[in-house]
């Protein structure tokens, strides 16, 4: 088993930045790429971005691409988002997530491991 646990969130007002963190405990070897996903309110989940976990790759949705950057520390494991230029559209639940089976996760069906999710809110 491997467990997520995020913070980090909070209000903020447009423009402003975030840092998100995601700790990771448990079975972590068998864990091959991780990354984060959002749920705006009634809306379903969505890929923000993933690295791997033990290599240099990473990949982020175009709506956050140039804003948000993934980061990992394998020594602390814990996992990293840097979120900059803050927009209201950002507003939503985000989600840590884990994968044994995939170099990326830019799904939710390649996800093994979920986090409860931190809260983000961005005020106009």
């Known amino acids: 088993q491997v467990q997520l646990v995020e913070s980090g969130g909070g209000l903020v007002q447009a423009g402003g930045s975030l840092r998100l963190s995601c700790v990771v405990s448990?079975?972590?070897?068998?864990?091959?790429?991780m990354g984060w996903f959002r749920q705006a309110p009634g809306k379903d989940r969505e890929f923000v971005t993933t690295?791997?976990?033990?290599?240099?790759?990473?990949y982020y949705s175009d709506s956050v691409k140039g804003r948000f950057t993934i980061s990992r520390d394998n020594a602390k494991n814990t996992m990293y988002l840097q979120m900059n230029n803050l927009k209201p559209e950002d507003t939503a639940i985000y989600y840590c997530?884990?994968?044994?089976?995939?170099?990326?996760?830019?799904?939710?069906?390649?996800?093994?491991?979920w986090g409860k999710g931190t809260l983000v809110t961005v005020s106009s």
């Open positions: 690295i791997t976990w033990r290599g240099v790759g990473t």
């Open positions: 448990g079975r972590t070897f068998s864990i091959s790429a």
């Open positions: 997530a884990a994968s044994t089976k995939y170099g990326m996760v830019r799904a939710t069906d390649g996800v093994d491991y």
